[in-house]
């Protein structure tokens, strides 16, 4: 009778010890969208194109980060060697986008490269920030590079004058269409859309959250702003890099598209579910509608 009540007590015992074991924790993703675009468009409101007021990160999609502003986007794309953002925002802008990395739980030693859209202050600004923090490898494009490495915006830049020097930068590497940047796991792709600026890349990569990967694309501002003297007109070989430029993005594979200022993309919207957040025909509405400015520019230059 002994020996049965022990074998009783030891085969509870086998039962209990699996029953008892605290079951793998799975990580849930920092700042998902789901959760996150709602606090985004909470904290920005109708303040969405002010550069330097603080916004949360939100998890766009697997490791694509938006760490920016209310009014500036900064991508940040987390690898297993290491991590790559693009743009930098403001020189203030760059603390807030520091800030938003260390919410995240990355460290800033671990970002590797630094990628730009275009050179104007409110993008670029902050690089020399960010490399002083991170020692990070700067990359741009070959019209860019003086820009970047001076401060000061070039002469052919068709808002040249309008904006203020910012501080200087150290370009470590210079890339051209169809370049890519390799880091572990990632790999991104440079276009070369020149009209803005001069040197404005476009950036495209893929992203994935578990079997589900989108190919993301950075598209940058292209909107045919300059100062008033300035017609683009007058400049028939930058003109057709420009359209150039805007084809490439139009016929880029594109399933979520992002953009230098957030609400040029529709951002707030998309990330609360107003608009959807993946949409294969994104990159070429976008293309389509920043066409149809160019035209109605070079139409009332026609006038004049």
């Not at 007590?9 to 993703?29: F, H, M, S």
């Not at 501080?167 to 169809?178: E, L, Q, T, W």
């Amino acid at each position: 009778m002994f020996a049965s009540a022990f074998a009783l007590a030891l085969a509870l015992q086998q039962v209990a010890i699996p029953l008892g074991k605290t079951p793998r924790q799975i990580e849930r993703p920092k700042a998902p969208i789901e959760e996150s675009g709602p606090q985004w468009a909470a904290a920005c409101g109708d303040s969405t194109m002010e550069w330097d007021k603080p916004a949360p990160p939100v998890r766009i999609h697997g490791n694509t980060y938006l760490v920016g502003t209310c009014g500036i986007s900064s991508i940040l794309i987390a690898g297993e060697d290491g991590h790559v953002l693009i743009d930098s925002g403001t020189e203030q802008g760059a603390e807030l986008i520091v800030a938003n990395i260390r919410a995240l739980g990355f460290k800033l030693k671990d970002l590797r490269f630094l990628l730009t859209s275009h050179e104007h202050f409110d993008h670029v600004g902050g690089m020399a920030r960010l490399q002083q923090l991170t020692g990070a490898t700067l990359v741009t494009s070959a019209a860019a590079e003086r820009v970047l490495n001076t401060g000061v915006p070039g002469a052919d830049d068709p808002q040249s004058g309008m904006h203020k020097p910012f501080p200087a930068a150290n370009v470590g590497r210079v890339v051209g269409d169809g370049s890519d940047v390799r880091l572990g796991n990632i790999r991104i792709f440079a276009m070369a859309t020149p009209g803005h600026t001069p040197g404005a890349l476009s950036w495209r990569w893929e992203s994935c959250d578990g079997g589900v990967c989108r190919t993301m694309v950075y598209a940058d501002s292209l909107s045919p702003i300059s100062r008033d003297d300035y017609r683009f007109s007058d400049h028939p070989e930058y003109l057709a890099a420009y359209r150039a430029g805007i084809v490439k993005v139009a016929s880029s594979r594109c399933e979520i598209l992002l953009t230098p200022h957030p609400s040029a993309s529709g951002m707030k919207e998309r990330m609360t579910g107003k608009l959807p957040l993946f949409d294969t025909e994104g990159c070429r509405k976008y293309a389509t509608a920043v066409g149809k400015r160019l035209d109605e520019r070079l139409a009332r230059e026609s006038v004049k």
